[in-house]
């Protein structure tokens, strides 16, 4: 095991994405910022940026997801915590989605996560510990009206943390999976009673890594004090 701990966010960016790249790289983490683009890391405060590096991939693509981890193995060292916190905002109701719209949801929003878990346990079984953390929604245990496209690959990827979960943790690996019930406030705002702050969200995934091993917690549901469930 590496010396320095290594996080990778796969899918960084505006919002929670960055907040959670901002909140391990201010632990003393050094951070992969994995995104479709590269990684957002000029907006990792001066502080923290010399721990941030940035990297493309498509996650949909299993052969950019096996690069990029393979790139991250080779120049930052085996990853402690991988976090998949890709997914669309698809809407539309069931006769108007259109097979191509829906498949692609499913792609982004469930595949993906289980290429990126897959890398991911790939990397940390070896040593035998590690942490896997899925983001999801309201959408993962309630379909709403007009949500088809984007309740359906949220389910998938709650069935798939918790079959990895079962799978994996006796060997060592925490996989966890966060239902954010609610919707999130713009980058940088502290919330409010109808919305979850960002670095409060990425606040409750580092609780989740840092779990004695004797105590952990394999979901959580995350909302604002004003929402109601």
């Known amino acids: 095991m590496t010396q320095q701990e290594i996080a990778v966010v796969v899918g960084a960016g505006p919002g929670l994405g960055n907040a959670l790249v ?3 790289a201010r632990a003393g983490m050094t951070v992969a910022a994995v995104s479709r683009r590269g990684g957002h890391v000029d907006s990792t405060p001066a502080a923290d940026r010399g721990r941030v590096k940035g990297y493309v991939c498509d996650a949909t693509q299993s052969r950019q997801v096996t690069t990029a981890f393979a790139g991250i193995e080779r120049e930052l060292g085996v990853p402690d915590l991988v976090v998949f916190n890709i997914g669309t905002w698809d809407r539309g109701g069931v ?14 929003g ?9 890398a991911a346990a790939r990397a940390m079984l070896p040593r035998g510990s590690g942490t896997i953390i899925f983001s999801g929604a309201t959408g993962s245990i309630r379909g709403g009206a007009g949500f088809a496209a984007f309740a359906v690959p949220k ?6 943390a918790q079959s990895m979960a079962r799978e994996l943790g006796p060997k060592g690996l925490h996989v966890a999976h966060v239902l ?15 919305a979850l702050a960002p670095a409060a969200i990425a ?25 109601r469930f």
């Open 95 to 108: 006769l108007e989605l259109s097979e191509d719209l829906f498949v692609r949801a499913w792609r982004i």
């Open 180 to 194: 954010i019930d609610g919707m999130i406030a713009a980058e940088g705002e502290n919330g409010a009673q109808s």
């Open 203 to 227: 606040e409750s995934y580092y609780g989740l890594y840092r779990q004695d091993r004797s105590a952990w917690s394999h979901e959580i549901d995350l909302r604002p004090m004003g929402e």
């Open 22 to 24: 901002h909140r391990f």
């Open 155 to 160: 389910f998938g990827l709650r069935a798939l």
């Open 110 to 118: 469930c595949l993906a996560g289980f290429l990126v878990g897959q």
